[in-house]
């Protein structure tokens, strides 16, 4: 008589704890769900200087904990003369970067600009501010503006097709450049692409340097390096924008 009343009880125990491990997963628990842990953001910059026409960029990584899951998201404020455009409104841990690039108009006038980008995850929420200054400058009277361009450094474009030909980066994609400071140096920036370059004429090499950065990576994935003496070749990530200067003496 005693054994049905057992079943019973057994019966009863694995209801609860199915019950429980069902709870746990729509509260975010070990079974998956909603977002749970905690994360802080990286940020490239909060400010930069150009110039109306001109552009700019802005990364953002994600930096979560141990127990971090669920995704954050993100919202980007600006005037919509900056033109901003935010590379990926959502980032975890298989894809934690995203950008903001700004194109200001060219009839904007001078002054600072705030963009606002508001991040959240379960029921946190906080945000991040960032400056654009448009400042004419050393800009002006530079030619071209910052503008749609089918025009990519010929050097560069020859040994990307010779050493890596799967990237398939062409010069009939649409880009977008525009000058930084020092203003021998040009961003382009196309749907896929980040290129820097950074042209050293006041110097007896007339050293040039190359960035390609694939957006969404936070990393640039390789730095070129060429010289009235030297064929371009690849040199250490970090030495992007650094010289030898006694090489230079």
Same mark, same amino acid.
């Given at each position: 008589?005693?054994?049905?009343?057992?079943?019973?009880?057994?019966?009863?125990?694995?209801?609860?704890?199915?019950?429980?491990?069902?709870?746990?997963?729509?509260?975010?628990?070990?079974?998956?769900?909603?977002?749970?842990?905690?994360?802080?953001?990286?940020?490239?910059?909060?400010?930069?200087?150009?110039?109306?026409?001109?552009?700019?960029?802005?990364?953002?990584?994600? #930096?979560? $904990?141990? *127990?971090?899951?669920?995704?954050?998201?993100?919202?980007?404020?600006?005037? +919509? !003369? /900056?033109?901003? =455009?935010?590379?990926?409104?959502?980032?975890?841990?298989?894809?934690?970067?995203?950008?903001?690039?700004?194109?200001?108009?060219?009839?904007?006038?001078?002054?600072?600009?705030?963009?606002?980008?508001?991040?959240?995850?379960?029921?946190?929420?906080?945000?991040?501010?960032?400056?654009?200054?448009?400042?004419?400058?050393?800009?002006?009277?530079?030619?071209?503006?910052?503008? #749609?361009? $089918?025009? *990519?450094?010929?050097?560069?474009?020859?040994?990307?097709?010779?050493?890596? +030909? !799967? /990237?398939?980066? =062409?010069?009939?994609?649409?880009?977008?450049?525009?000058?930084?400071?020092?203003?021998?140096?040009?961003?382009?920036?196309?749907?896929?692409?980040?290129?820097?370059?950074?042209?050293?004429?006041?110097?007896?090499?007339?050293?040039?340097?190359?960035?390609?950065?694939?957006?969404?990576?936070?990393?640039?994935?390789?730095?070129?390096?060429?010289?009235?003496?030297?064929?371009?070749?690849?040199?250490?990530?970090?030495?992007?924008?650094?010289?030898?200067?006694?090489?230079?003496?």
């Amino acid at each position: 008589m005693r054994r049905p009343i057992v079943f019973v009880l057994i019966a009863w125990l694995l209801t609860v704890m199915a019950g429980c491990l069902f709870s746990d997963s729509k509260n975010g628990g070990s079974s998956g769900g909603r977002d749970r842990g905690s994360y802080s953001l990286a940020v490239s910059q909060t400010s930069c200087v150009t110039y109306p026409g001109g552009g700019g960029i802005f990364l953002i990584q994600l #930096l979560p $904990d141990s *127990l971090f899951a669920g995704d954050v998201r993100l919202n980007l404020t600006a005037a +919509p !003369e /900056l033109n901003a =455009e935010l590379y990926r409104e959502s980032i975890d841990r298989d894809k934690p970067v995203s950008e903001i690039v700004v194109k200001p108009d060219s009839t904007m006038a001078m002054g600072d600009y705030a963009l606002n980008l508001s991040h959240a995850h379960g029921d946190t929420s906080a945000a991040v501010e960032f400056t654009v200054k448009l400042d004419e400058g050393d800009y002006r009277g530079l030619y071209p503006r910052g503008h #749609l361009t $089918d025009i *990519l450094p010929e050097e560069f474009l020859v040994w990307m097709v010779e050493n890596y +030909p !799967e /990237l398939e980066i =062409e010069d009939e994609d649409s880009w977008y450049r525009y000058c930084n400071r020092p203003y021998n140096s040009w961003t382009y920036v196309s749907t896929e692409w980040h290129l820097g370059t950074i042209w050293y004429l006041s110097l007896p090499s007339r050293t040039k340097h190359f960035m390609l950065r694939r957006r969404g990576d936070y990393k640039r994935m390789v730095v070129l390096e060429s010289d009235k003496y030297t064929a371009l070749h690849k040199i250490p990530i970090e030495r992007y924008g650094v010289l030898d200067w006694e090489d230079e003496k």
